[in-house]
């Protein structure tokens, strides 16, 4: 039999057997007449299909609510015409013709959308896939759901009564005006008034119940089966009604096997035609389509009736037993111990409620259910009457309270329309905690389950508050002053109802330990019961929960050994797990990607969200081996990011280093910022030089050629060099170099002048940014070469490249991070993020970035600190004039990644991939790519694709089908060259070319990126100007210049962030003074400040502090304690510039006692001493 959505079973057989219904519809056409003797109840009717749009038998006229679809596809007009007239006679049966309406519609959504894959693929994969892909709305997804599982239970159970028949009825006529307003010319179509069917015969019923009986007895019985059923339905009929029957039926039953395949050929032909339009058509129609079936779904106008059935299913997805006509107060259901029930039409003072929720016998929620179209938001005013409302009675036990005038702790309202935030107070499912009058209503995606419920009955979060206030910040681990302060402003939002908050802190400045320490006071305080703490990609997981399961929070044990934690190893966490760690990709697998509703994850599976790296709501990356080679593009990705955050009932807290615009509109403005220069001023990043711009002439001038000139080319299909005459001029610009045009001189002459400053001897590590995958190739090659012929041999490991098409990427990464080899990695955007490399001094890049979130991000592998090596500072390389190019640029602008993927990447992708969800993933792409590509595939292509794959590409779509992904890997590995032969291009079917150029070029200039300023001295003079100006309009300027003894740690940072602000960082004036002065003076910027403004000698600044300490030391008689603590405050001096009383109130001193101690050893001078030391540092020498 044909596949239902399930395996079939007795029951499937006997209903085939009786001629009730055909599983798989292949043209059913429109209904015999009322008053028909066959009344279809012996076979499956198939004849040709009317043109009219009534159906008219003596003085009986029927309309059809379908009628109108009949434009569309005639099919579906007969299915609905056939459901509406089985309807009275089996209503059963109503419902399978009506789940095959449903199925037939679906496939010709996916054929206009070019979204059709073949028959193969079961109704439910089709409607996973158009949901997931946005093509149907959720909304239209739930009715097209409920039409397939009340099919399933007909066919496979002979479930459904008349009652579900009418609202399926329904349910089907409001997906055809859907779809007609979708796709047809009218998007403000009215079909009018649902047009009920006729009542049922009682006479039916009988034959239903008999044949409802034999379902067990099938594989003994099944012939005197159907006689028994075939007799009954004869003592209806009169003779002549019989003959008449029979004689059809033979007739019928002689057509039947040719039209059934004439149909079905019919039905492919139709949808290979829809789809290669839709293929053909602009991605703007496409998206015109989406756009006006999202407006549609807008109207879609459910009655109440239909609004029950979607809500009572929603309720059974997530644990609760509903029926709405079955189990009614009315009828006395109660509730029972050890069941979850959704009891309708509860008795309260105020009315009764639509539904009151039963874990066990105990009430825990009431619910009100209004129509689709009723804003749904206002209607919770109602469910909070009904739960003000309830009586005691034996029948149950309330779970707590009162709280207030309330006795029930949670209340919902629902109308049955999907979440969207676009109109929010009109859908989801709204819910409200009752328990405390700050509690807000909100919007949820779906139903809270029992599970979900009886937990959140026990969170107090009153309690919790009062908790983490009283807890102290003390770890087994230091936690810095700014990693306190954000964990406060986090909790302080907690404590203010704020579900969405965002904290921005530097890369590098401790992200993680944040997160354990803020997840610990959190968990311990019982504030959340399960958290999720998501990252955006594997590397990044298993990072965090080495973190999670190493780093000592309390008494000698890890979080992990605290709290329990699962990793990205394991998909669903346990009922005892309170921390979960999952990349977003695996989460969208499995919110929007779900084989049923009934498999998604509850919404409250977790009531904590961390999100780390949350900027990243779109594609960095184009070589990661992940499951998020699914994203094609940023719209994509930023709209599954947002629907898989906005699905859970989590609070959501985002964590990172440069906020996107789609980061705040989620998650809103930062609640705490603690920003790059901040940490670099405080010391706990490294700062980096001017960036050193190497100019060559063609990046200076471009790369052209002229039209009639020979120009070789690469041919990426063969990997072949041939050349070929240009019939026009074309010209490349730097930021071209190494995508569209191969550009071997300006690779050497780079990577020489790079050897010149780049001593693979030395500790430091190198990383560069190519342009492409073969760009990175190519810069191996050039920078081993220049290495060698500037410092004679090098080790080869010295120098690799990193990216996703390496084997064993992670090892390889490892080694760079903790290894003396590779000394120099070249990249393309693999290492962008999330890996910590503390020994990169220098970072060279000679590709265009289009992001200024993507450039920090780059920056951020080396800020760093590593006192192993002495690394004071990182240099930048810039060979592609990216400074300037970034001047034009937002802070906020996102990477736009090209949607349309190759066959090339996805083909090294899948070779380099790493396990086999992901090999899953990337071998579904490709063969719907290339089911499309085999279409217009050029016979040159083929006979080049058969001449390495050994086979045709229909045999690799076949192998990608049904071969396993492993084994896939391994056959592509040797024939990796096909990807580039399936990029084939259409335009003349000629291949991609890419010009090579041999243009000689050199090395122009090296210069200094000073910002405005072209020379050293200019960006000198601008800094004394800039100081001479404003030394009475920034206090802590006036200070250093006219009273340093007064100067705070306080006032100092205000000083850094005001001079940073114009580009004067203590780094960039080192710097200049040495280009400028040809002398190397690590000065403080206080002695830069004092220099501009007064002339102050400029000196090492560790020698201003040993000058000063040694007149400080011999300026009085001091005690042996009181000399040791001078000598590490002078030590201290070093580090901190300043030391004031807040600086002693913090480590190291705070272990020791703190100010009020020291203040004691001094004898009640400590403040004086330390003003008198910033004197003694900073008195004028002549």
Known sequence: ?????????????????????????????????????????????????????????????????????????????????????????????????????????????????????????????????????????????????????????????????????????????????????????????????????????????????????????????????????????????????RLKRETEE??????????????????????????????????????????????????????????????????????????????????????????????????????????ALFVGTTLIAVVEAKRKRKNISAAIDQSQRYSAGISESGDFAFAGGPWGEHRVPFVFAANGRSYLKQIETESGIWFRDTRRSANHRRALVNWLTPAGLSGLLEVDQDGADAALQAQPFEFGFPLRHYQEAAIRAVETALSNEQRSMLVAMATGTGKTKLAIALLYRLLSAKRFRRICFVVDRSALGHQTEGEFSTTKVVSGKTFAEIFGLKGLGDVMPDLETKVHISTIQGLVKRVLYAADASEAPPVDQYDLMVIDECHRGYLLDRELSETELSFRGQDDYISKYRRVLEYFDAVKIGLTATPALHTTDIFGEPI????????????????????????????????????????????????EIDTATLPDEIHFEVDQFNKQVITPEFNRVVAEELAKHIDPALPGKTLIFAATDAHADIIVSAIKTALFDAYGEIDDAAVRKIT????????????????????????????????????????????????????EQMIGRATRKCDEIGKEVFRIFDAVDLYPHLQNLTDMKPVVVNPLISFEQLVGEMIGATDDAQRETIRDQIAVKLRRRLKKLPDDARQRFEAVAGEPPEAMLERLLSGNAPDLATWLKDRAAIGAILDWQAEGDNPRYIPISRHADEVVAVTRGYGDADKPEDFLDSFSAFVRDNLNTIAALKLVVQRPRDLTRADLKELRLALDRKGFSEANLRRAWADAKNEEIAASIIGFVRQAAIGDPLVPYEDRVRVAMRSIMASRQWTEPQRRWLKRIGEQIEKEVVVDREAIDKEPFMADGGFNRLNKVFGGELETILAGINEEMWKKTA
């Not at 700062?687 to 020979?710: Q, S, V």
């Not at 098409?805 to 490892?814: A, N």
Request: net charge neutral.
């Open 250 to 355: 033979r007739a019928v039953w002689e057509r039947l096997a040719q039209e059934t395949e004439n149909e079905k050929a019919a039905i492919a032909a139709k949808l290979s035609r829809l789809q290669a339009q839709a293929e053909a058509a602009p991605r703007a129609k496409m998206l015109a389509f989406m756009k006006r079936g999202e407006e549609a779904a807008t109207k879609l106008d459910l009655d109440e009736a239909e609004t029950r059935a979607l809500i009572d299913q929603q309720l059974r997805d997530n644990g609760w037993e509903a029926d709405t006509k079955a189990m009614r107060y009315s009828v006395g259901v109660r509730p029972a111990k050890g069941r979850n029930m959704a009891i309708a039409e509860w008795p309260t003072a105020n009315g009764p409620a639509d539904y």
């Open 804 to 855: 996703g098409s390496v084997d064993k990427v992670q090892m390889l990464i490892r080694s760079f991070r903790n290894d003396t080899n590779p000394k120099i990695a070249v990249t393309v955007d693999l290492l962008t993020t999330g890996i910590d490399v503390p020994k990169i001094t220098n970072l060279v890049f000679l590709r265009r970035v289009n992001s200024r979130i993507l450039y």
């Open 672 to 719: 705490y910022r603690y920003s790059y220069r901040e940490a670099v001023i405080d010391g706990f990043l490294i700062d980096h030089e001017p960036p050193i711009r190497i100019e060559t002439a063609l990046a200076r001038d471009g790369i052209g050629f002229a039209g009639g000139e020979a120009v070789e080319y690469l041919a990426p299909a063969t990997g």
């Open 1 to 241: 039999m044909p596949e239902m959505g399930g395996k079939s079973n007795a029951g499937c057989v006997l209903r085939a057997a009786l001629g009730f219904v055909a599983l798989r519809c292949n043209g059913c056409t429109a209904p015999p007449p009322p008053n028909c003797s066959t009344g279809l109840r012996s076979v499956h009717w198939t004849t040709t299909v009317p043109t009219y749009k009534v159906w008219s038998w003596g003085n009986t006229v029927t309309a059809s609510n379908f009628a109108f679809l009949d434009q569309h596809d005639n099919r579906l007009y007969a299915l609905g015409g056939l459901a509406e007239r089985y309807f009275s006679d089996d209503p059963s049966t109503s419902i399978v013709k009506l789940r095959q309406f449903a199925e037939l519609l679906a496939k010709l959504i996916a054929a206009r959308q070019a979204a059709y894959r073949d028959e193969r693929e079961t109704f439910d994969e089709t409607l996973r896939r158009l949901s997931y892909d946005g093509i149907i709305p959720r909304e239209v997804a739930d009715v097209f759901h409920a039409l397939r599982k009340a099919g399933n239970a007909a066919v496979h159970e002979a479930k459904g009564g008349h009652g579900e028949a009418l609202t399926a009825l329904k349910f089907a006529r409001s997906l055809g005006i859907w779809f007609h307003r979708t796709y047809g010319p009218q998007a403000t179509f009215n079909p009018g008034p649902f047009v009920p069917p006729s009542e049922p015969v009682d006479a039916t019923g009988a034959l239903r119940v008999e044949i409802a009986r034999l379902q067990g007895e099938v594989s003994e019985a099944l012939s005197a089966a159907r006689d028994r059923a075939d007799q009954h339905a004869r003592d209806l009929e009169t003779i002549e009604e």
